[in-house]
Every structure is written in C-alpha cells, then in structure tokens.
C-alpha cells in the first residue's frame, strides 16, 4: 500500500497542536516594519489558530500531522 503524499506548502506552513487543533503563524511581519508600531509587531510574532471552518481542508493536507 503507497503512503500518503503531504502537500509540502502546508507543512510549511501550518502545525498541529497537542488537542489536534491547526496552528499557523500571523502574516505580515516581514516587510514595511517601519510604519508599523512596536505593538503591532509583538502580535504578529505570537501563533494564531486556523479557523474551525478551514481546519477541515488543512488537515486533509496533512495527513500524518
């Protein structure tokens, strides 16, 4: 029986959590900091949870989490 294929772009970008949740990091944090408060980058450093509409789609991609 052949494995199963992970899509490589959402392995990249996204991870299980320890209750089977799908964490992602915040975008926009690379370029154009310096019009962008101390505050607003400290937030984009922090996870954010995928929302439980996508979770479905995302752990399709990721079949062995």
Same mark, same amino acid.
């Given at each position: 029986?052949?494995?199963?294929?992970?899509?490589?772009?959402?392995k990249?970008?996204?991870?299980?959590?320890?209750?089977?949740?799908? %964490?992602?990091? /915040?975008?926009?944090?690379?370029?154009?900091?310096?019009? *962008?408060?101390? &505050? $607003?980058?400290? %937030?984009?450093? /922090?996870?954010?949870?995928?929302?439980?509409?996508?979770? *479905?789609?995302? &752990? $399709?991609?990721?079949?062995?989490?």
């Amino acid at each position: 029986m052949p494995k199963m294929k992970t899509k490589k772009a959402a392995k990249k970008r996204f991870h299980l959590s320890g209750t089977g949740r799908v %964490r992602r990091s /915040k975008g926009g944090g690379n370029h154009g900091l310096q019009e *962008k408060s101390r &505050k $607003r980058l400290r %937030r984009l450093r /922090k996870n954010d949870m995928v929302d439980t509409t996508m979770q *479905k789609h995302v &752990k $399709r991609m990721l079949p062995y989490g």
